[in-house]
């Protein structure tokens, strides 16, 4: 059974090359490709991304949604793989996952802890070994079995924030997910730029609008207006 990792990007020239190339060393005997799917990015990401060998493609939109559904069109493996470019992961994912997949899960992701020690996020990381919706998220990777992923549509591309949120509430509903009880390891940029306060409350105020189905434009240009984010 093959995986196809698919990373979304937009100007990631910094992180996408050291990632694909730990994919394809640490996943050489399951991983049919790494797709880079890039939202126009205006540095050397996609060439970064051919050199350490990844198929590329590009995109019309920069939309998350857009670009890895853009990724699952291309692969050719039987699980789809969906991570972000700032997500360092472990050796073990291509095992693991496989694992999963033979268990009898339909799709599932890992728990996670931030690349600081800063005893908030290391909280922050603690809550996503638990079943809730608001402890999920694309930072601690996706895994879905292909049909899986078809028969419910893939990405909604209507939102254009919340799209992971969106297609795990749809997974869950039908089928079995898995929490893979390991640690990726993701950016802490975003509470960088911003204090730990005020990325929570950002972060609870658009699960609100999420949840009283507010447009997603509407919780984008507020998720922008009060963070400094890209």
Known sequence: MKISVIIPTWNEATTIGSLVRFVLVNGSHSVAEVIV?????????????IEAGAVTVKCAQRCRAIQMNTGARHATGEILYFVHADVKLIPSFADDLRSAIGEGYHSGCYRYIFDSTKRMLRVNGYFTRFEGLMCRGGDQTLFVNRPVFNEV??????????????????????YRFKIIPKNVIVSARKYETNSWLRVQLANLTVFIMYFLRQPPCKMKSFYKKVLRYR
Request: contains cysteine; glycine residues 8%.
């Open 37 to 49: 799917a890039d939202g126009a990015s205006d540095d050397d990401t996609v060439s970064c991304a």
């Open 153 to 174: 549509g893939g990405f909604n591309e209507y939102f254009s924030i919340m799209e992971d949120y969106d297609l795990i509430s749809r997974l869950r509903r039908k």
